[in-house]
């Protein structure tokens, strides 16, 4: 099982299990595998994104609608929506390059209610001159929320680049009492 901070890949079963979900932002998209949540979408008009990702990632593995093995994810994401949750332990399935990985376990070293600059993310993985390529590597968290990258900001502290938006980025850290 990959879980927070492992880099280790174990395959999944084959199957792919996603489910729709009211989000702050509209309908959601979540998908498990058997080893854990591996992708989120926040917002209903990236419901393409969310199953080409899919069909990228996992290629031929049969993508199942069914929230069974979603539920813990999902019951944690709507306790945090709620203000009642700061950690999350639902299990991760996390896909990505070694960087990206290592990025977003560092990511998942920030607090709640707390942000680091790119700057500071890179150097917590030793590279701290790549501080774009952490930039990068955020954009690409399949899971975001449960992989914090919404608490990376510029330098100056300033809200810069989101793939979900500026207001997603303002809205949630302003849950988290960050803003």
Known sequence: ???????????SS????????????????LASTSLGVCRIELKKDRRD??????????????????????????????RY???????????????????????????????FGRTASYREVAAAIGKPQAARAVGSANHANPVPVIVPCHRVVGADGGLVGYGGGLDVKRYLLGLEGAV
Not at 18 to 29: C, L, M, V
Not at 59 to 67: A, F, S, W, Y
Request: aromatic residues 14%.
């Open 1 to 11: 099982m990959v879980k927070r901070g492992e880099h280790t890949m174990v395959p």
């Open 14 to 29: 084959g199957k792919v299990y996603y489910i729709t979900f009211a989000s702050p932002f509209g309908t959601g998209y």
């Open 49 to 78: 994104d969310f199953f080409q990702w899919l069909a990228r990632i996992f290629g031929q593995n049969e993508l199942v609608e069914d929230p069974s093995p979603s539920a813990p994810a999902l019951e944690e994401l709507d």
């Open 81 to 111: 929506f709620a203000g009642r949750l700061t950690a999350f332990t639902c299990p991760l399935d996390l896909r990505g390059t070694d960087f990206q990985r290592k990025v977003w376990a560092a990511l998942l070293k920030i607090p």
